[in-house]
């Protein structure tokens, strides 16, 4: 394999897409980035600077030795790995190993990569797909907690996710193990769609100290901001697995720092640019984790939220 194409697997939990281009100049890499959010989306831009920014520290500039490409914009594939069915991530990273195992792929945020198949293990994947998992398992019961906190009257969650992700298959069992301690009925609410996202939280509206929870899953990402207005509507408390949520109007958002992961995996792209195997780089668990909370929302909520609490936020949107 010549090292002048490169995959970067981009998103909250999104895969990646190989370029079938060559760069021109000999010396010139490409990268290429299927994106899990719409062109533009301020939460890409802010991911992909950090990105750039540390490629450019290692001796990667664009234009100059590497370039850049947003693949979905233009690839068939790109379109085909995202589209409806089984959860993006997993769908997308499938696709993409069947149609190369020789081009390296880097993943910021990757869920199970060893319980979907991308990984033989994490402390040495051996194929060509490496990077970085949103998060571990305890996650869950500090999204709990934290939700706990900004509506102490909660006495049951509903946990909204699709089922057709295999990774929620551990999401579910931590969520309800970190449950029972908190004194907190756990709800399952399986979903495909908006219609079932609408059906599952009308469901609730009526019901008082009930929150809800968003694991990590595009199909819940793509449609955010119709999520948020629709929770918004009904006034309950939700925490969410991305940023991006938040950003919008969202109540609360626990988990891994997306930025840092991206600035991260810069690292990763330059090691192999430079002659390593993506098999011999290990999947590595985020470092840096945030709570970011809009008191916008939790005003409009009508929730009295403790100073302690505030503080706690390493981002608070006013």
């Known amino acids: 394999m010549k090292r002048r194409e490169f995959i970067l697997a981009v998103g909250g939990a999104a895969a990646a897409w190989p370029l079938a281009a060559r760069a021109q100049q000999e010396r010139m890499r490409r990268i290429g980035i299927l994106m899990a959010y719409p062109k533009g989306d301020p939460e890409l831009t802010m991911r992909l600077q950090a990105f750039r920014q540390e490629l450019a520290k290692l001796g990667w500039t664009q234009g100059v030795n590497v370039q850049l490409d947003r693949a979905l914009d233009r690839g068939r594939y790109g379109s085909r790995a995202l589209r409806g069915g089984k959860s993006g991530e997993v769908k997308s990273g499938r696709v993409l190993l069947q149609l190369s195992r020789t081009i390296p792929i880097v993943a910021p945020g990757a869920s199970d990569p060893v319980g979907v198949g991308w990984a033989t293990s994490l402390a040495r994947p051996g194929g060509n797909l490496t990077g970085f998992t949103t998060f571990e398992l305890s996650i869950f019961g500090k999204s709990l907690a934290l939700l706990k906190q900004i509506a102490p009257r909660i006495t049951r969650v509903a946990f909204i996710y699709n089922p057709d992700n295999p990774n929620t298959a551990f999401y579910r069992r931590s969520f309800e193990a970190a449950s029972g301690p908190l004194a907190v009925e756990p709800i399952d609410l399986p979903i495909h769609g908006l219609a079932d996202i609408e059906r599952a939280v009308d469901s609730f509206a009526d019901r008082q100290n009930t929150g809800l929870s968003f694991p990590s899953d595009l199909t819940t990402v793509a449609m955010r901001n119709e999520i948020v207005a629709l929770v918004a509507r009904h006034h ?83």
């Open 236 to 318: 309950l408390p939700a925490i969410y697995s991305d940023p991006a949520f938040v950003r919008i109007g969202g109540l609360a958002f626990y988990g891994s720092d997306r930025v840092d992961q991206f600035r991260r995996a810069a690292g990763y792209v330059d090691r192999i640019l430079r002659g390593e195997q993506p098999g011999d780089l290990p999947f590595q668990q985020p470092t840096k984790y945030q709570f970011i909370l809009n008191l916008k929302t939790a005003k409009a909520m009508g929730l009295d939220l403790s100073p302690t609490l505030v503080a706690l936020a390493d981002e608070v949107i006013e």
